[in-house]
C-alpha cells in the first residue's frame, strides 16, 4: 500500500479516474514540457521545438492534462493552441501557450506537405507529434492524388500493394 | 472527393467540335445533342468529344481562352493580385488536361499553354496556402474566397478542415469550467 505523499508514475488513464477535484486523492505534478521554462522556449519560436522526441502526443496529452485542476491550466490550453509571431497577445498572461505552438507550427506542416519537391520533409515529420504527422499526411495526401490525376494515372489499373506482398507463385515461374 | 470525380463533374462542360460524320439529333437523359453534319461546327459535352476524337470522327476547336495571349494575361493579373482573379472556366485545371492529352493536335502551342495554366494554378494555390495560414494565425472565426475552383478546393479542402478541426479542440481547452466527467466513488 502506499504511503501519503508518496510520488510514482502512473498512466495517464488511471490519474484521470482517481482524479476528483473535491476528494484530492491525487494531485498531478506537470511533466516539463508544459512547465513554464519550456513555454518560454515555445514561445520565443515553437518551430524549433522535437515535439516527437519531448512526447509524441504534445497536443492531445496536453489537452487532457486540463481535466487536473492546476493552476497553471490558462497558460497551458494557451500555449498549446494561440499564436507566437505577431499574434494577439491576451491580457491575462505574459506566458504562451500550446494552442499558440499549434497555429505557429501550422504554416511548416501545411507548406512542406503541399510541397511537390519531397526534399527534406522526413526531417521535419521527425520532430511532429503524433496530431501534427497525422494532419502532415492528409495533406500530402491531398497534393499526391492531385499530381497522380494530372499525370493520368487516376485511370490506370494497378496491382493492388497488398497482392504483390502475398508472394503467391506468378505465372512464369509455375510454367518452369 | 477524388481529383478523378472532379473531373468527371468537368466532363459535363460543353466545347465545339467538327464532326466528319453525320447524324440526327440524339436523346440523352441529360438533353439533345446534334444534329451532326459534316464540316459543321457543334456543341458537345466534354465526355463526348474526347470519345468522338479518340475515334477519329471529329476535331477539336479549343475554347477560346484557351490561347497563349489570353493565358499570359490571366497568369499576369493572378500574380499581381491579392485575390483570386475570375477564371475562364470553372473547371480550367481539368479541361487543359484533358483537351491537351487528347487532342493536341488541335490546340495550337499546346506546351506553351500547359505551362501557363500550370504556373496560374501554382500563383493560386499559394495564395490559398497564404491566406489559409493568414486566417489561422488571427484565429477568424470564418473567411470568405471567391473564385476559386472546385479542383483547387478538394486538393487542399481536406489539410484545412481537420487542421481547423484541431484548432478548435485546442481553443475549447481555454473555456474555464470544461466538464470532466468524473465518477463518484
Known amino acids: 500500500s502506499l504511503l501519503q505523499g508518496s510520488k510514482l508514475e502512473i498512466p495517464l488513464w488511471l490519474a484521470k479516474g482517481l482524479h476528483d477535484s473535491r476528494r484530492r486523492i491525487i494531485s498531478v505534478e506537470l511533466p516539463k ?27 492531445g496529452f496536453g489537452s487532457q492534462l486540463l481535466n487536473f485542476d492546476n ?28 494552442p499558440q505552438t499549434f497555429i505557429a507550427r501550422f504554416r511548416r506542416i501545411m507548406d512542406s506537405s503541399q510541397n511537390a519537391y519531397n526534399e ?45 506482398n502475398y508472394g503467391k507463385r506468378k505465372f512464369t515461374e509455375v510454367d518452369g | 472527393m477524388e481529383p478523378a470525380e472532379v473531373e468527371f463533374l468537368a466532363e459535363k462542360e460543353l466545347v465545339t467540335i467538327v464532326p466528319n460524320f453525320s447524324l440526327d439529333r440524339i436523346h440523352l437523359i441529360g438533353g439533345d445533342l446534334g444534329p451532326f453534319n459534316p464540316g459543321l461546327p457543334v456543341e458537345v459535352p466534354v465526355w463526348l468529344a474526347i470519345n468522338l476524337k479518340q475515334r477519329q470522327k471529329c476535331r477539336l476547336i479549343p475554347p477560346e481562352w484557351m490561347d497563349v495571349g489570353k493565358l499570359e494575361e490571366i497568369r499576369d493579373q ?15 485545371m481539368e479541361l487543359t488536361k484533358l483537351l491537351l492529352n487528347y487532342a493536341s493536335d488541335n490546340i495550337p502551342k499546346a506546351d506553351e499553354i500547359r505551362t501557363l495554366v500550370k504556373d496560374t494554378w501554382d500563383t493560386r494555390m499559394a495564395k490559398l496556402r497564404l491566406s489559409a495560414d493568414s486566417f489561422v494565425q488571427q484565429q477568424e472565426a470564418h473567411a470568405k474566397l471567391d473564385n476559386l475552383t472546385l479542383m483547387e478546393i478538394n486538393t487542399t479542402g481536406t489539410f484545412l478542415t481537420q487542421a481547423l478541426d484541431h484548432m478548435y479542440k485546442l481553443r475549447t481547452n481555454l473555456q474555464p469550467g470544461e466538464s470532466s466527467h468524473s465518477q463518484d466513488f
Open chain 1, 71 to 98: 493552476p497553471e491550466n490558462p497558460e497551458i490550453a494557451q500555449t498549446i493552441l494561440q499564436a507566437t509571431e505577431g499574434g494577439p497577445v491576451l491580457p491575462a498572461s505574459n506566458s504562451v501557450c500550446p
Open chain 2, 78 to 92: 493572378e500574380r499581381k493580385e491579392d485575390t483570386f482573379t475570375p477564371m475562364p472556366s470553372p473547371y480550367y
Open chain 1, 33 to 59: 514540457i508544459y512547465k513554464e521554462a519550456w513555454r518560454t522556449v515555445f514561445s520565443a519560436d515553437a518551430n524549433v521545438v522535437d515535439l516527437h522526441k519531448m512526447g509524441p502526443y504534445y497536443y
Open chain 1, 120 to 164: 527534406d520533409t522526413s526531417a521535419l515529420v521527425a520532430r511532429l507529434d503524433e496530431l501534427e504527422r497525422a494532419l502532415f499526411q492528409v495533406g500530402q495526401k491531398g497534393l499526391n492524388d492531385f499530381q497522380c490525376w494530372e499525370k493520368g494515372q487516376a485511370s490506370q489499373i494497378t496491382a493492388s500493394s497488398l497482392v504483390q
